[in-house]
């Protein structure tokens, strides 16, 4: 059931899949169209409903210092300077004038800004993987048409997610990035080496062979068998004290 990157690709390529998910379809099978977004389908109720999120831009981890470090503050200086538009605009997408290899921008030194070239048939996620920094960054709204444009697939993602899904979007909050007690922390890590093992295992059975009607019932006795129950209450904890602090 499960398949590495380059297998995804590779099938990809073929037009294999029936649905498939991507964050971008021209890193799949390509910007044209063989395959189109998948509308919202209704619940057993009839109920249409998107989550308001399946990840989140911030990220707290992005960069650590640890005990090791002879230089803290040409460290904490080098962080800093991640954090300038003109930087985090390449850590996030990529770079310019490299001579040997395909750029993402084309760099306007009159308004010291960053303007995306066309990508001339070459899938955008690969592109970035190959000439992104990554780690530490900050990519704002105010940046775009000031500190760089809008990359077209990213343009045509937002129109997409416009048109379609955020009407069902009513969820007012996600869960939040959170620091937890050491104690909770490995309480934690404790239920989710073992309970999502088995979510990933029922998950992955019902995507194949159904039966999840049948099995539903033993299978949340099982995840509290895990400690699904103590999860939830650690979770819930950190939720209320993050809410009672804004």
Excluded: C
């Excluded at 992104?132 to 343009?155: H, R, S, W």
């Amino acid at each position: 059931f499960e398949q590495d990157w380059n297998t995804y690709l590779a099938k990809g390529s073929e037009n294999l899949y029936g649905v498939y998910f991507t964050w971008d379809k021209a890193n799949i099978t390509g910007m044209n169209d063989t395959y189109d977004i998948l509308p919202v389908l209704a619940g057993p109720d009839g109920t249409k409903h998107i989550t308001r999120t399946n990840g989140m831009g911030f990220q707290r981890d992005r960069m650590v210092i640890t005990s090791a470090n002879k230089n803290l503050e040409l460290t904490a200086k080098w962080i800093d300077a991640q954090y300038k538009p003109i930087q985090s605009v390449q850590n996030n997408w990529g770079t310019y004038g490299d001579e040997t290899q395909q750029n993402i921008f084309e760099y306007d030194a009159a308004t010291d800004s960053l303007k995306h070239l066309p990508l001339n048939g070459t899938a955008p996620g690969e592109l970035r993987q190959k000439t992104e920094v990554g780690g530490p960054l900050a990519i704002l709204d105010e940046y775009y048409g000031t500190v760089t444009t809008m990359p077209d697939d990213a343009k045509w993602r937002l129109d997409l997610m416009h048109a379609t899904y955020l009407d069902y979007v009513t969820n007012d909050d996600i869960y939040p990035r959170v620091f937890m007690e050491q104690e909770d922390l490995d309480k934690i890590a404790q239920v989710e080496a073992d309970m999502n093992d088995f979510i990933y295992r029922k998950r992955a059975e019902w995507i194949v062979n159904g039966g999840i009607e049948e099995e539903w019932d033993s299978y949340l006795k099982e995840l509290e068998s895990y400690g699904l129950s103590d999860w939830l209450a650690i979770k819930q904890k950190y939720y209320d004290q993050y809410k009672e602090n804004q």
